[in-house]
């Protein structure tokens, strides 16, 4: 199974809105409802941020949201702020206990 | 409250092997399905391997046959056995915690793994 597919950098100003994409399968993507989303900052841990397409975890900003059409899953990060400038990946259920991850996304706030 | 806290990276020569812990506390691993993720320098995240509630264990493609997932449920702990290693294996390597429907929603601190000679 391949990586699932994201832009390699997104950019915005603050206060702007961005949106990530996210494309798979039908195997992955498209056929489940098991997308979730993290933020890495350079030196830590990633951190959930989207779980099952849409669903935000506790202490998550109401800023970050996730929705999904066909084989593409998106983020969308509303009202931007500094600190959103991170790495953020995208990441399906795929099967037989397997996880697919995409090759992330470097989110430049400028 | 919830913590991983991760073991044993450290340098090794290529065909060596290497054991990676993963400490838990505020739940149980044995009730929960737990990950392996690894990202190698300045790459992305990786999916390595993952072991179910009850016992089952599945395996990326490229460590199937050279990496073992294993847990001790008296010491709470998870753990990835690693043999066979190549130079493409160097990388920081999480275990995780799953929720319900496969959120990864609590990672280790990482352990870096450095396969060279």
């Known amino acids: 199974q391949s990586a699932l597919t994201q832009p390699a950098s997104v950019s915005g100003s603050p206060g702007q809105s961005i949106t990530i994409s996210c494309t798979g399968t039908?195997?992955?993507?498209?056929?489940?409802?098991?997308v979730s989303w993290y933020q890495q900052h350079p030196g830590k841990a990633p951190r959930l941020m989207i779980s099952?397409?849409?669903e935000r975890p506790s202490g998550v900003s109401i800023r970050f949201s996730g929705s999904k059409s066909g084989n593409t899953a998106s983020l969308t990060i509303s009202g931007l702020q500094p600190d959103d400038e991170a790495n953020y990946y995208c990441?399906?259920?795929?099967?037989?206990?397997?996880?697919?991850f995409g090759g992330g996304t470097k989110l430049t706030v400028l | 409250e919830v913590q991983l806290v991760q073991s044993g990276g450290g340098l090794v020569q290529p065909g060596g092997s290497l054991r990676l812990s993963c400490t838990a506390s505020?739940?149980?691993?044995?009730?929960?399905?737990m990950t392996w993720v690894r990202q190698a320098p300045g790459k992305g995240l990786e999916w390595v391997s993952a072991?179910?509630?009850?016992?089952?264990?599945y395996y990326a493609e490229f460590v199937k046959g050279r990496f073992t997932i294993s847990r001790d449920n008296s010491k709470n702990t998870l753990y990835l056995q690693m043999t066979s290693l190549r130079v493409e294996d160097t990388a920081v390597f999480y275990c995780?915690?799953?929720?319900?429907?496969?959120?990864?929603?609590?990672w280790g601190q990482g352990a870096l793994v450095t396969v060279s000679s």
């Open positions: 072991i179910y509630d009850d016992g089952s264990a």
């Open positions: 505020g739940f149980s691993v044995s009730a929960h399905y």
């Open positions: 039908s195997s992955d993507i498209g056929f489940y409802n098991l």
């Open positions: 099952e397409v849409y």
């Open positions: 990441c399906s259920y795929a099967d037989s206990g397997t996880l697919l």
């Open positions: 995780t915690k799953v929720a319900r429907n496969w959120p990864l929603d609590y």
